[in-house]
């Protein structure tokens, strides 16, 4: 499906959108096509492992600018669609006593962050299919009430990389694409082709639907049952490419889904099948700007979660170095 016309009735626009049906038959053996078990010498890191100091010497050998772009959304405190359970931040202490000296300003935050309002990672222990994690470990032995005994986000460690953003605002010459619309294979090809750009092994995949540039010009609708995304057809291509992490101003999945009974079948395809860690809600649009400035779609990249053990992820601000 294609960018549409922009509409404010996200509901009957989007019933017969997603893409291509895919059956539930279908999934599965593309599901076993692109899996990737057994394949990792620390399977709680999946693709990550790949990248190493020769990634992160390549990924600064593409520094020539010094510019950088932070991707994080600001922390949202307030509650509405796509919002259900706001982020926290509340002042704990106040520097307005009197001595001693120093007077002291302190501030609290919690988040429920796996969501579609707060810039996140998404390590292997977050999603299951069938009941198995990645590398089939059943999810009910190692996913406790203490946490995650497989697939903790410190498993990962902090990634340097190369990155390809693949904007498919400006393959389709439109300021957003609108939600529903599935981004398929061969819209990946076009859109490396028209950017000069192409995945390589241990790169970052970033992909910008517009998502914050409709949101704010238009306001805030509940990106769960609508947004644009990838089909999951492109999937054997990045099992192609083995990317090191998949991130999007979205959370990857095209919503409706195309697959029945499947609400997230990309998130299951890289991360329970690929082994592939997922970068949820990106505010992409200042790295648009800063890739069309700069004249090229491939750069530094950096994301440092936080050192959470047994953590499923973490809210991260991912850095790119032009």
């Not at 299951?128 to 999810?139: H, M, P, R, T």
Request: net charge negative; charged share 20%; glycine share 10%.
């Amino acid at each position: 499906m294609r960018p549409h016309e922009a509409t404010d009735d996200l509901t009957d626009e989007t019933a017969a959108i997603g893409g291509p049906a895919v059956s539930q038959q279908e999934f599965d053996q593309l599901f076993e096509q692109v899996k990737t078990w057994g394949r990792n010498e620390n399977p709680s890191a999946g693709a990550w492992e790949a990248v190493g100091p020769a990634a992160a010497i390549e990924a600064a050998s593409l520094v020539k600018s010094g510019r950088t772009v932070a991707m994080a959304l600001p922390w949202n405190t307030t509650s509405g669609p796509g919002n259900a359970n706001p982020a926290l931040h509340y002042m704990t202490d106040l520097g307005v006593r009197e001595a001693p000296e120093p007077s002291c300003n302190k501030d609290f935050i919690g988040v429920d962050y796996h969501g579609k309002a707060v810039s996140h990672l998404d390590a292997l222990s977050h999603i299951a299919y069938k009941g198995q994690l990645y590398d089939g470990n059943n999810s009910r032995d190692v996913v406790t009430a203490v946490g995650a005994d497989f697939g903790s986000v410190t498993e990962l460690g902090t990634l340097v990389t190369p990155a390809v953003l693949l904007d498919f605002t400006v393959l389709f010459d439109e300021p957003w694409l609108e939600p529903g619309t599935a981004i398929r294979a061969e819209d990946i090809l076009a859109a490396e082709a028209k950017l000069g750009v192409k995945i390589q092994p241990g790169d970052a995949v970033l992909i910008r639907t517009g998502h914050f540039r409709r949101q704010r010009e238009w306001g805030v609708w509940d990106p769960s049952n609508s947004s644009a995304g990838l089909h999951v057809d492109c999937m054997p291509l990045l099992a192609e490419r083995r990317p090191s992490v998949l991130g999007g101003d979205g959370d990857s999945d095209v919503r409706p889904s195309p697959t029945p009974g499947i609400h997230s079948p990309v998130h299951i395809l890289a991360i329970t099948a690929m082994g592939l860690p997922l970068l949820d809600n990106l505010d992409l649009e200042a790295l648009g700007q800063a890739c069309k400035d700069e004249g090229r779609y491939r750069f530094m990249f950096v994301v440092a979660p936080l050192n959470i053990p047994r953590g499923t992820g973490s809210p991260v601000n991912p850095i790119a170095v032009f």
